[in-house]
C-alpha cells in the first residue's frame, strides 16, 4: 500500500466533506491546508443552519419552473445554499492561517468564487480538472 501524496490526501479529504452537502442537484467540498499542511478549514455546499434543506425537499429550484442555466442568486428558483468555498472560509477561526495557505475544492470554484477568494490571503486554488 503506499501513501497518498499531500495533493491527493486534500482531495480525498475534500471529497469526503463533500458527502455532508445539502444539495440535491451537486455536493462540493472544499478544505483550506494551512501553510504548515493542518487544515484550517472545511466547508460543504448548503444551507443555513436550521435553514431550508434540498435533499429534504425544500428546495426552492426544485420546485421552481426555471430554466436550466438561470441565475442562482437572483430571480425565480433563488439558491438559498452557499457555496463550500465559503464555507470553509467562514469555518477558519484565525485568519492568519490563511496566509500562505491552499484551497482544495472538489469542482472548479464559479466566478464569484473565485472572486471572492482572490480577495483573502490563500496563495492557491485547485481543483480536480486543473493541468
Not at 499531500?6 to 483550506?32: D, H, M, N, P, Y
Not at 493542518?38 to 443552519?49: M, V
Request: net charge positive; glycine share 12%.
Amino acid at each position: 500500500m503506499t501513501r497518498p501524496t499531500k495533493q491527493e490526501w486534500a482531495f480525498l479529504v475534500a471529497q469526503a466533506v463533500a458527502t455532508r452537502g445539502e444539495c440535491s442537484r451537486r455536493q462540493v467540498g472544499a478544505i483550506i491546508i494551512d501553510a504548515n499542511g493542518r487544515i484550517a478549514g472545511a466547508g460543504y455546499n448548503g444551507s443555513y443552519p436550521g435553514g431550508p434543506n434540498c435533499l429534504k425537499g425544500e428546495c426552492p429550484r426544485g420546485a421552481s419552473d426555471v430554466e436550466p442555466g438561470s441565475s442562482y442568486d437572483t430571480g425565480p428558483g433563488t439558491c438559498h445554499a452557499v457555496h463550500a468555498e465559503m464555507n470553509a472560509l467562514l469555518d477558519v477561526s484565525d485568519r492568519s492561517r490563511l496566509k500562505g495557505s491552499t484551497m482544495y475544492v472538489t469542482t472548479e470554484p464559479c466566478g464569484g468564487c473565485l472572486k471572492i477568494l482572490k480577495n483573502t490571503a490563500i496563495e492557491r486554488v485547485r481543483h480536480p480538472g486543473q493541468a
